[in-house]
């Protein structure tokens, strides 16, 4: 088993920024990748962005330019650094942590609230 823990959500105003981070424990392994997802209400959940063992990253277009994904593979922690917030950025951030194996082994955080007010 893996477990999650997710840090950094809170309220901030439009253009500002934020710094979540996620830490894993468990039956962590080298090859892995790890990111985030996040879920407005009345919305499906949705990538964000991913990080993997070898530093290779994926984002979603709606947050390209805005977001940086980072990883510390000593400290097994993910980092999401999002800047010029916006009230559309409004949902819970999943952390997510998958082992690339030949089968499929993915968990996910609890969750942390970001609020972009306007």
């Known amino acids: 088993q893996v477990q999650l823990v997710e840090s950094g959500g809170g309220l901030v105003q439009t253009g500002g920024s934020l710094r979540l981070s996620c830490a894993a424990s468990g039956t962590i392994i080298r090859t892995h990748l790890m990111g985030w997802y996040r879920q407005a209400p009345g919305k499906q959940r949705e990538l964000v962005a991913t990080i993997n063992h070898i530093g290779t990253t994926v984002y979603s277009e709606s947050v390209k330019g805005r977001f940086t994904i980072s990883g510390d593979n000593a400290k097994n922690t993910v980092y999401l650094e999002a800047t010029s917030l916006e009230p559309e950025d409004t949902a819970v951030y999943y952390c997510?942590?998958?082992?690339?194996?030949?089968?499929?082994?993915?968990?996910w955080g609890k969750g942390t609230l970001v609020t972009v007010s306007s």
């Open positions: 997510y942590y998958k082992k690339l194996l030949f089968y499929i082994e993915e968990y």
